[in-house]
């Protein structure tokens, strides 16, 4: 059974620095491509970025709202999926879920329960 | 970025009643390679993580009930669900992973009327 436990959520002034960690369990997460999706209280869906394998050179991309601020990394000896953020911003206020999906050869998508980061003086 | 915009932002349908939501991205979704559409819908219901319910724009996920289903190409895509119950009250997301930066529509809150 596939699953995907975030962590390290928490409040934090703005300016402020944080580590989100997303454990992952029941899947090859070596081989796969990871996501960082976050939802602000009340608003939709933001896609934040993700990080290819290792074995696809684990090229990171994120979205411009927080490239240059945040840094995704894995490690794959504790399968586990990171998400730096520095220079945190009221706005950065979200729940923040890792994504787990696939589309070759079946399509598979899994999500974490999510963690909520609040940036508040 | 590719841009999503749903529509419309909200709606409330009567039970038994069709719902549909439609989407529209900034730029075409199908990847003429394999002529496939490059998106997605998700189904949000209050203090949890979206559910998938359509990928390659009309393909349903294994256990979504077949009164969810998704169509178009290219540019337009519709979620339509042919007879809302009450478990469908929720926010549908459309998603497109066609480029390198994914993105997702705002969202449509579905109602009950």
């Known amino acids: 059974e596939v699953q995907l436990v975030e962590s390290g959520g928490g409040l934090v002034k703005p300016g402020g620095s944080l580590r989100l960690s997303c454990a992952a369990s029941g899947f090859t997460f070596s081989h796969a491509w990871m996501i960082w999706v976050r939802q602000a209280p009340g608003k939709g869906l933001e896609w934040v970025g993700r990080?290819?394998?290792?074995?696809?050179?684990?090229?990171?991309h994120y979205a411009a709202p927080v490239g240059g601020r945040f840094t995704i990394s894995r490690d794959d000896s504790e399968n586990t999926l990171y998400l730096q953020m520095n220079s945190l911003k009221a706005e950065d206020t979200a729940v923040y879920y890792c994504?787990?999906?696939?589309?070759?050869?079946?399509?598979?998508?899994?999500w974490g329960q999510g963690t909520l980061v609040t940036v508040s003086s | 970025d590719i841009v999503m915009t749903q529509s419309p932002d909200s709606l409330a349908v009567s039970l038994g009643e069709r719902a549909t939501i439609n989407c529209k991205s900034s730029r075409s979704v199908l990847y003429s390679s394999d002529n496939k559409n490059y998106l997605s819908w998700y189904q949000q219901k209050p203090g949890q993580p979206p559910k998938l319910l359509i990928y390659w724009a009309s393909t349903r996920e294994s256990g979504v009930p077949d009164r969810f289903s998704g169509s178009g190409s290219g540019t337009d895509f519709t979620l339509t669900i042919s007879s809302l119950q009450a478990e469908d009250v929720a926010v549908y997301y459309c998603h497109q992973y066609y480029t390198t930066l994914w993105t997702f529509g705002q969202g449509t809150k579905l109602e009950i009327k």
């Open positions: 990080i290819k394998s290792k074995a696809e050179g684990g090229t990171t």
């Open positions: 994504h787990y999906t696939t589309h070759a050869p079946a399509f598979v998508d899994y």
